[in-house]
């Protein structure tokens, strides 16, 4: 990485410029460190700053898509007739452009590849989750594929996580996504783990596993304290497993294609009916 070999060429030159002066060898050791030191953290607080303002270039792009989007729904919404699957295509489009764009946008990072340890993990990151939006799953399984320290997505959000336990599932790997599921629940305290328990109970329910499947839940509700679980264990206690559904877990759940969304409302207008005389 540039931001080391800048911080050795540094401490070399003070090292030497030390000894060119006639300065003891304790001294001049401890200011080669020290100058080590120096260097790397100026450079690398140089460098994060130039990489947030990149990232919040992200955000802001993200944002006013989303706000623009938001905006569409809302109208759709307010207005009533109009063709439903229509506007729902449109709706997927713009999304669908959005995603693209943020994509893209990763492209901007790469030059920070030499500078920054981890910037390769972020990148893979950030990339995985817009293909899977993008269903580009074939990439999205070469990105979860990578390993290493420096080349694999940080799974460190329980969106990142449950999405490596969908493909996993879709690519009839249950043990894998089972194993994933008990290694990083626990780091996802209170309702943040909500997410990990969707996954993981649909895909009980879906392997026939339905009293794994109900006990699971029950921990899940106790440890998240989501309506959803009570809901789907009460369905299941009462062998009403064509019941079970998990779209009481909103946007995100849905944003894992693993439920298809239910179909969106309009509101009606109620017309006036005039009285005779």
């Not at 792009?61 to 989007?69: A, D, H, K, P, T």
């Not at 999304?95 to 990763?106: M, P, S, Y």
């Not at 996954?199 to 029950?218: G, N, P, Y």
């Amino acid at each position: 990485m540039l931001s080391l070999l800048i911080s050795l060429l540094v401490s070399i030159a003070l090292v030497g410029g030390l000894k060119a002066g006639g300065i003891n060898t304790p001294t001049t050791i401890f200011f080669g460190i020290a100058g080590f030191i120096a260097a790397f953290y100026l450079v690398g607080f140089l460098v994060r700053k130039r990489i947030a303002k990149v990232q919040k270039e992200l955000e802001q792009i993200m944002s006013v898509g989303q706000q623009r989007l938001n905006r569409k729904i809302h109208q759709f919404q307010s207005k009533p007739g109009g063709n439903i699957k229509l506007i729902q295509r449109q709706i997927e489009a713009d999304q669908k452009v959005i995603f693209e764009q943020g994509l893209n946008f990763t492209k901007r990072l790469e030059p920070f590849r030499k500078w920054s340890f981890l910037m390769g993990r972020q990148i893979a990151t950030l990339r995985l989750q817009f293909l899977y939006q993008l269903k580009e799953f074939d990439q999205v399984d070469a990105i979860l594929a990578k390993g290493g320290l420096f080349r694999g997505p940080m799974l460190m959000e329980p969106m990142q996580v449950a999405m490596k336990m969908a493909r996993q599932y879709k690519n009839k790997d249950v043990a894998g996504a089972e194993k994933t599921f008990k290694r990083r629940v626990k780091w996802f305290r209170g309702d943040r783990g909500t997410l990990l328990y969707g996954v993981m109970t649909w895909i009980l329910v879906k392997e026939a596993e339905i009293d794994k499947a109900r006990e699971l839940l029950a921990k899940a509700k106790d440890a998240t304290g989501n309506a959803t679980f009570t809901h789907n264990w009460e369905q299941l206690s009462n062998d009403r497993v064509k019941s079970f559904s998990n779209a009481g877990l909103g946007e995100e759940w849905f944003g894992l294609y693993l439920e298809k969304p239910p179909q969106p409302k309009q509101q009606r207008v109620r017309g006036n009916r005039g009285r005779g005389f």
